[in-house]
């Protein structure tokens, strides 16, 4: 039985590997190798199906709760009703059934499985596997570049080595002294873009607890993945490790309980006040702010999209203007270049108040329901507890990103987390 499960580990390992791999990209002799979206969702669909497979489902399947049926329930009729009246409605549903059609899917398989904590262990060596290969490759071109702080800001960093030229497209953080703007590079990685590289190393830093059980080789773990979330300057992945470690320390329920209330509050309040008093006006184009003082402290042209999703929200407010066409609602002929960098506004103008309301509901229920475990030695809550506070820590971060709610590698972990959350309690629920 040990050795079955071992197995179920390392296949799962490997295939949540393919699963992130098919969305990284490499740059290798002026060509860029990358896998298309349509065979992305095929290698999706056929390595979850691959789980399902390796981990028989269970006799009996427990029930969810009844008010987490009803949010899933209202979310799917939100976006129906959304997708159906709005003005891109073929498009609408058809990103609808492509990305919510694989999730449900997703969800099923790993909210079924009866080996919950060993396909998270395979998941959590497959990030950790992926995003130190990724530091390391970081590493290895910063050190040949070694141009890390410059006056000019340029997007890509050339290798050659053994006769093939390696490049990475970097992106930079701006920032003024003496009156001169400086450019620090960040580094992705083979992940698409550096807030990737940020946000898997921040989930890498946690992940590493479900990994396992030596000390040293966590810490090894741990040190590594914060490396990787430094040289990304990944904002999102700052806040997303920040408030994460914050919810992973506080061990008293009640407490607990009441300190992450009061953070997702100030959130809100935060969206909020920025929504209200950043001008913005749809009918015109976008328009950069220029280089701010101290642009990491700094929302840009971010505050400017989230103020244009929030009017749009106040004229649909009900159902909103359809599931995935936001971008097309604000931003016409500049859709494929612009978005919504916020999912909590973006779920909003698509989805309105209701849709909204229950995708909250479903994401924040394992954050506020996860009882805590003081004793080391029981893996399985200490799991959930992991899972709980890596989700308490998406939901901040994706309060400025919007790779949730989107066909993304990190949407495939955000489904898995929360199916896993569900049968991990059942698997408890059973031993008790």
Not at 313 to 327: D, N, P, R
Request: hydrophobic share 50%; proline share 2%; net charge positive.
């Amino acid at each position: 039985m040990k050795k079955n499960n071992q197995n179920i580990t390392e296949i799962s390992s490997v295939i949540f590997s393919t699963i992130i791999l098919s969305f990284c990209v490499i740059h290798v002799n002026s060509s860029t190798l990358y896998i298309n979206p349509f065979l992305q969702i095929t290698i999706v669909l056929l390595s979850i199906l691959s789980l399902h497979l390796i981990d028989k489902k269970k006799e009996k399947i427990e029930k969810i709760s009844s008010i987490n049926i009803i949010a899933f329930i209202v979310v799917l009729s939100s976006i129906t009703i959304s997708s159906t009246i709005s003005n891109e409605t073929h498009k609408s549903i058809t990103r609808f059934v492509l990305i919510f059609g694989v999730s449900f899917f997703a969800f099923y398989i790993f909210r079924s499985s009866r080996n919950p904590q060993k396909l998270l262990q395979g998941l959590s060596i497959s990030v950790i596997l992926i995003t130190i290969v990724s530091t390391l490759y970081n590493i290895v071109m910063a050190l040949y570049d070694f141009n890390l702080i410059n006056k000019t800001g340029y997007l890509t960093v050339t290798m050659n080595f053994a006769g093939i030229e390696l490049h990475q497209n970097i992106a930079y953080r701006a920032f003024r002294l003496n009156q001169t703007n400086y450019y620090i590079q960040r580094f992705g990685g083979i992940f698409p873009n550096p807030n990737g590289m940020g946000i898997m190393s921040a989930m890498t830093f946690f992940l590493a607890y479900t990994s396992t059980e030596n000390k040293k080789i966590r810490m090894t773990i741990q040190a590594i993945s914060l490396i990787g979330l430094i040289m990304s300057i990944s904002r999102m992945g700052f806040l997303l490790f920040s408030t994460a470690l914050i919810y992973y320390h506080l061990h008293h329920n009640r407490i607990r309980q009441i300190i992450i209330s009061v953070m997702i509050i100030v959130l809100m309040l935060f969206l909020f006040g920025t929504a209200t008093s950043t001008p913005a006006t749809i009918a015109t184009p976008l328009k950069l702010t220029p280089i701010s003082q101290q642009e990491l402290l700094q929302l840009s042209e971010r505050a400017q999209m989230i103020s244009m999703a929030w009017q749009g929200f106040l004229e649909h407010w009900f159902v909103g203007v359809g599931y995935g066409v936001g971008a097309e609602y604000l931003f016409k002929e500049s859709a494929d270049v612009q978005a919504v960098h916020s999912v909590h506004l973006n779920a909003m103008l698509e989805t309105g108040i209701i849709g909204t309301l229950a995708l909250f509901l479903i994401w924040l229920t394992p954050v506020f329901a996860t009882p805590t475990s003081n004793k080391r030695i029981e893996g399985r809550i200490d799991h959930r507890h992991v899972i709980a506070a890596l989700l308490f820590g998406l939901f901040f971060a994706e309060a400025f990103d919007l790779s949730v709610t989107r066909f993304h590698y990190i949407h495939i972990i955000f489904v898995f987390f929360i199916g896993c959350w569900f049968a991990l309690g059942h698997v408890l629920k059973d031993k008790t």
